[in-house]
């Protein structure tokens, strides 16, 4: 009994080593690769040993991978951006301890709390800017090494962070597909879709906990449309918006809706709540499908429904520059800019008072924004339409069911008109000669 029970423990922490190491070589960054697996080309060894800087790439390349098992990740990152100024002939091993260095920099920033970042300012990129550079060095890592199983172990590792948890998953799977006896795509996998007894474990990684389904709640609904946020941005006063209301509300002011906070933001460029989008997008994928196709209906409007600019009358192919001030048709043209370019032109009846039943569809040529809010168009008039049904919409007209106007009516001849007109001429011909 006692050897069964010294031999399970043994194995045990055989067990608890293997993943030890794993991790590490989870951490950890390459001196060289896999030759046996990865050789090179005879051409490629060939030219590395007629390239003088390929020493110094190597060198950086150690100095590099010694900042990073110090922890000095920043040092590291530079050290390693100096060994490409050397324009190395095989960038692979660069390009896969950096896209580990972007990572491991990410995480440490993640976890330092704010009262910390209030007395020690930090300044550079910040954690999500971080791993999308990981990103785009493991996109340029698959087009030279496909086949090389570590490439997708430093794609699952970023995507993990960018709480992409299926896009992880697949990535570490395509690795142990190229190699099924990697321990540490195995762990890394393992640790993504651990059981939720586990997740309580300080030692797993973050994005490889399992969350609970969230519940609907109003703390998603965007104050200002009162619906679910779509493609939300917050504040730098902590509030959070559509990207479409925010823009809308600051037509008509530079200040925050909720707390009059003056905002020197563009909410067109403001980049977006990543983590807040990814979370609704994932606990309530139905609305957030609902709230797309609401916003595309708006902005990718068909030919039967355009926006309707009432102003002037336009004929077909003449130009007008129009400069666009009123809150309302900010609005309506940054929404034409995101679709088809076309709206509608159309006068007003001065006997009436309306508008007219006939307008003329027109396309934005060209669109200067300036930088008080407003806009300088140069329209072009392209065909006249008539008007069978308006409506208002967010402060600015829509018509329905554009069709082309009736054909002119046919002449009829009229010979008293004829001789007439024949008279007329006549009287021009003599009066001031041919």
Same mark, same amino acid.
């Given at each position: 009994?006692?050897?069964?029970?010294?031999?399970?423990?043994?194995?045990?922490?055989?067990?608890? %080593?293997?993943?030890? %190491?794993?991790? %590490?070589?989870?951490?950890?960054?390459?001196?060289?690769? @896999? /030759?046996?697996?990865?050789?090179?080309?005879?051409?490629?060894?060939?030219?590395?040993?007629?390239? $003088?800087?390929?020493?110094?790439?190597?060198?950086?390349?150690? =100095?590099?991978? /010694?900042?990073?098992?110090?922890?000095?990740?920043?040092?590291?990152?530079?050290?390693?951006?100096?060994?490409?100024?050397?324009?190395? *002939?095989?960038?692979?091993?660069?390009?896969?301890?950096?896209?580990?260095? /972007?990572?491991?920099?990410? =995480?440490?920033?993640?976890?330092?709390?704010?009262?910390?970042?209030? !007395?020690?300012?930090?300044?550079?990129?910040?954690?999500?800017?971080?791993?999308?550079?990981?990103?785009?060095?493991? !996109?340029? +890592?698959?087009?030279?090494?496909?086949?090389?199983?570590?490439?997708?172990?430093?794609?699952?590792?970023?995507?993990?962070?960018?709480?992409?948890?299926?896009?992880?998953? @697949?990535?570490?799977?395509?690795?142990?597909?190229?190699?099924?006896?990697?321990?540490?795509?195995?762990?890394?996998?393992?640790?993504?879709?651990? !059981?939720?007894?586990?997740?309580?474990?300080?030692? +797993?990684?973050?994005?490889?906990?399992?969350?609970?389904?969230?519940?609907?709640?109003? @703390?998603?609904?965007?104050?200002?449309?009162?619906?679910? +946020?779509?493609?939300?941005?917050?504040?730098?006063?902590?509030?959070?918006?559509?990207?479409?209301?925010?823009?809308?509300?600051?037509?008509?002011?530079?200040?925050?809706?909720?707390?009059?906070?003056?905002?020197?933001?563009?909410?067109?460029?403001?980049?977006?709540?990543?983590?807040?989008?990814?979370?609704?997008?994932?606990?309530?994928?139905?609305?957030?499908?609902?709230?797309?196709?609401?916003?595309?209906? *708006?902005?990718?409007?068909?030919?039967?429904?355009? $926006?309707?600019?009432?102003?002037?009358?336009?004929? $077909?192919?003449?130009?007008?520059?129009?400069? *666009?001030?009123?809150?309302?048709?900010?609005?309506?043209?940054?929404? *034409?800019?995101?679709?088809?370019?076309?709206?509608?032109?159309?006068?007003?009846?001065?006997?009436?008072?309306?508008?007219?039943?006939?307008?003329?569809?027109?396309?934005?040529?060209?669109?200067?924004?300036?930088?008080?809010?407003?806009?300088?168009?140069?329209?072009?008039?392209?065909?006249?339409?008539?008007?069978?049904?308006?409506?208002? =919409?967010?402060?600015?007209?829509?018509?329905?069911?554009?069709?082309?106007?009736?054909?002119?009516?046919?002449?009829?001849?009229?010979?008293?008109?004829?001789?007439?007109?024949?008279?007329?001429?006549?009287?021009?011909?003599?009066?001031?000669?041919?």
């Amino acid at each position: 009994m006692e050897r069964e029970s010294d031999r399970s423990r043994g194995g045990m922490e055989e067990a608890i %080593q293997t993943n030890l %190491q794993a991790q %590490q070589d989870t951490d950890d960054v390459d001196d060289a690769l @896999d /030759y046996e697996s990865h050789r090179p080309s005879m051409n490629l060894v060939k030219d590395a040993a007629a390239h $003088p800087s390929e020493q110094e790439v190597e060198n950086l390349l150690l =100095q590099g991978n /010694y900042y990073f098992r110090l922890g000095l990740y920043e040092k590291a990152i530079s050290t390693y951006n100096d060994a490409f100024k050397r324009r190395p *002939i095989d960038p692979s091993l660069l390009l896969s301890n950096r896209c580990a260095a /972007y990572c491991k920099f990410s =995480q440490r920033l993640r976890k330092i709390p704010a009262a910390s970042s209030e !007395e020690h300012a930090l300044y550079g990129l910040d954690p999500m800017s971080l791993v999308q550079l990981a990103l785009k060095d493991v !996109e340029k +890592l698959l087009k030279l090494r496909s086949d090389w199983p570590k490439v997708y172990l430093r794609k699952g590792t970023a995507l993990a962070l960018l709480e992409q948890y299926d896009d992880a998953k @697949d990535a570490f799977l395509t690795g142990l597909q190229l190699d099924p006896t990697s321990t540490s795509l195995q762990v890394s996998l393992q640790e993504l879709t651990v !059981e939720d007894e586990f997740t309580e474990s300080e030692k +797993l990684p973050l994005g490889s906990r399992k969350r609970a389904r969230l519940q609907r709640s109003d @703390d998603f609904d965007c104050t200002l449309c009162l619906k679910l +946020l779509y493609n939300p941005v917050t504040t730098p006063c902590g509030h959070s918006f559509c990207r479409a209301c925010l823009m809308q509300a600051m037509d008509h002011g530079n200040k925050c809706p909720m707390c009059r906070t003056v905002l020197f933001v563009s909410p067109k460029t403001y980049p977006l709540s990543v983590t807040l989008n990814n979370v609704i997008q994932r606990s309530f994928p139905e609305e957030y499908a609902e709230r797309k196709a609401e916003s595309d209906a *708006i902005t990718l409007a068909e030919n039967e429904i355009l $926006p309707l600019f009432v102003m002037d009358f336009v004929l $077909p192919h003449e130009k007008m520059g129009l400069n *666009i001030f009123e809150p309302r048709y900010r609005l309506m043209v940054r929404r *034409i800019m995101e679709g088809n370019h076309r709206m509608g032109m159309v006068g007003m009846d001065p006997q009436t008072g309306t508008i007219a039943d006939v307008a003329c569809e027109v396309e934005i040529c060209e669109c200067e924004p300036l930088p008080d809010g407003r806009f300088f168009l140069q329209v072009e008039g392209r065909r006249r339409c008539r008007i069978t049904k308006t409506w208002e =919409q967010d402060g600015y007209a829509l018509f329905h069911s554009w069709c082309p106007c009736p054909p002119r009516l046919k002449c009829i001849p009229n010979i008293e008109l004829f001789k007439s007109a024949c008279t007329f001429g006549s009287c021009i011909v003599a009066r001031f000669g041919t």
